[in-house]
Every structure is written in structure tokens, then in C-alpha cells.
């Protein structure tokens, strides 16, 4: 009896081998992967089009998400270069921090696809499309003009909900709103204070909810995403304020959208998301067919036409 149990229990553990080495099985795909430091409503769009797009021309996809810890996104990519990938693209990064990755990835004959600037040259392109600080100086522009060019007299308190100032994304949105500020003419504006909150909404509420008790002078607050804008327009609304404080948020996605149509949010900078996924997707397939145009400081640029659109209370339905 012992003998048919103990020959059963082989048959069962061979036959979970062999299923367990067939959901491993290898589909003859080349594969790509795609590290994300963040998956807010943006990202998660954007990484769904280039996925598409990937998958369209014959690749094997694996995409991840670090949900803003730097230590994750490293180990993403080595997990990445384990798969087999033979690209990975990377966004939204610490440029210091992820440096180890990029070269453990290089070292491995993995091609880099970096989204911005990175303190090593163990990459394969930099690829520029949509400018970070671009979106910042639109939302800069539209609020001097709404605002500062309307009521001279008055001097505005400014609040900035950052994303990750470490990230090159973080800090170019950052930097867009305070050149924007600067070059606008007007000086009748004061930041009070600024806040990394990751891009994430409960941090920004969070962040929100003491700042509605610290700094009840706050008139303006700059979002560098929508999801923060949320975030941000639920503490507002929590003390009774909505409407009154001035919100600006960036990528007209559908919860940006939503908060501009129920007047808690005025103003949000729509990227063209399908054309700068598709953009960027396609680099990654001309450099493994080998057809991709690269200068010599490595970098590759996107076509900057049509990316952004201005979205407030008068032509938000136009984007619904």
C-alpha cells in the first residue's frame, strides 16, 4: 500500500512539474519591459498604449510599477533583465539612484530606454517627447493670465504639491511652474511652501488636510499630477473651501477632467498620451530592428506637435 501511495504522490508532484514548467514555457517572443515609478492615471495610460502597441508588433510585454519607492523600481529592472527583456524602457526614475540598475541591465547586453537624464551613460537613448516642464510652464502661463494680469494689486499665496523632486519628471514639472512664475512679468505672487507627495492622492490629501490648518492663507495650489489634485480638492472641499482656492492640476486625464467639471479643480494641462505612448513605443522597436536614429549624446527625439491642450471650466466638455 505504501508503495502505490509513495508511487502516486511521484505521479502527482511530476505532473505539477510539468504544468508548473509549461505556464514557464518560453512563447518565442522577443521581450520587452516596461519600469514605471509610478502608476497614477497618466502612467497607467500611457504604459496601456505602449503595451498595445508593443504587443501589436509581435513582442512579449512584462510591465511594472514601483508605486514610488525608488529600492522597487531598481529591483523591477533587475527582474526585468532576468525575464530575458531585451529592452526596457524607464520612466520617472531618480537619476543618482538608479544608476546600479542601469548598468547591472547594460553589463547584460539589455538596451536602455531612458526617459530622462541619468548620472551614468550606461544607456542605450534618452528619448524626449513630452517636456516635464513644459506642462509646468502651461500651468504657470494660464493662472497669469487668469490671475496675475487681472488683479495686479494683489498678491497671490502659492502652495506647489511636487511629485518626486529626485525624479527628472518630478523636478521638471517643479521647475516648470516656478520659470513659468518668474518669466511671467508679475511679481505679485508668494510660495509659501512646497511638498513632495509622491504623486499619490492620500498623501496629497494628506498633506492638504494640515496645510488647509497651517497655511489657511493659501489662494493657489499647483498639483504635478491629477491624482494629487484629488487628493488635494477633497481636503478643500472637507473645510468647506472648494472655490475658493485656485487648483491646478496636469494630465486632463479622466479624474482631472471630472474635478474641472464639478468646479473643484480649474485648470489642467491635457497631454496627448496616444501620441507620446506610441512615440515612445515605437523607439524602443526601431532600436531592436536596429532603425532607430541616435545622436551623439544619445538621445532621441519625439515629435513635439500637438502634446498639450489647456483644459478649464470653458472648454472641459470638449475632452469628456
Not at 24 to 29: M, P, R
Not at 75 to 101: N, Y
Not at 157 to 183: D, F, P, Q
Not at 261 to 289: H, P, R, W, Y
Amino acid at each position: 500500500m505504501k508503495k502505490v501511495l509513495a508511487a502516486i504522490l511521484i505521479c502527482l508532484l511530476s505532473c505539477s512539474f510539468v504544468f508548473a514548467s509549461g505556464s514557464q514555457e518560453d512563447s518565442g517572443k522577443t521581450r520587452v519591459g516596461i519600469s514605471m515609478f509610478v502608476m497614477d492615471a497618466g502612467m497607467t495610460e500611457l504604459s496601456a498604449i505602449m503595451r498595445t502597441q508593443l504587443e501589436a508588433a509581435g513582442y512579449e510585454v512584462y510591465v511594472t510599477s514601483a508605486d514610488s519607492q525608488m529600492n522597487k523600481q531598481i529591483s523591477d529592472i533587475e527582474d526585468l533583465v532576468t525575464r530575458g527583456c531585451k529592452i526596457i524602457w524607464a520612466q520617472g526614475f531618480d537619476k543618482d539612484a538608479i544608476t546600479a540598475a542601469f548598468e547591472y541591465a547594460i553589463d547584460n547586453g539589455v538596451m536602455i530606454a531612458s526617459s530622462g537624464e541619468v548620472s551614468t551613460d550606461a544607456f542605450t537613448y534618452m528619448y524626449f517627447n513630452a517636456s516635464d516642464e513644459e506642462t509646468g510652464l502651461i500651468q504657470a502661463d494660464w493662472f497669469t493670465e487668469n490671475y496675475l494680469s487681472k488683479n495686479p494689486d494683489h498678491v497671490y499665496k502659492i502652495a506647489i504639491c511636487n511629485g518626486t523632486l529626485s525624479t527628472s519628471g518630478g523636478y521638471g514639472r517643479y521647475m516648470g511652474v516656478i520659470h513659468g512664475l518668474e518669466n511671467s512679468g508679475y511679481t505679485n505672487y508668494e510660495i509659501v511652501t512646497t511638498q513632495d507627495c509622491n504623486y499619490i492622492t492620500e498623501t496629497a490629501q494628506a498633506w492638504a488636510e494640515g496645510l488647509m490648518i497651517s497655511h489657511p492663507e493659501i489662494e493657489v495650489i499647483f498639483c504635478a499630477n491629477d491624482d494629487m489634485a484629488l487628493g488635494v480638492t477633497n481636503a478643500i472641499d472637507a473645510v468647506g473651501r472648494t472655490g475658493e482656492i485656485v487648483v491646478l492640476g496636469t494630465d486632463g486625464m479622466d479624474v482631472g477632467l471630472t474635478l474641472v467639471e464639478e468646479g473643484k479643480m480649474d485648470f489642467t494641462v491635457k497631454l496627448n498620451v496616444s501620441a507620446i505612448g506610441e512615440g515612445m513605443a515605437q523607439s524602443m522597436i526601431d532600436c531592436l530592428n536596429g532603425t532607430l536614429e541616435i545622436g551623439e549624446d544619445k538621445t532621441v527625439y519625439g515629435n513635439p506637435d500637438l502634446l498639450y491642450s489647456r483644459v478649464d471650466k470653458t472648454n472641459y466638455q470638449e475632452f469628456i
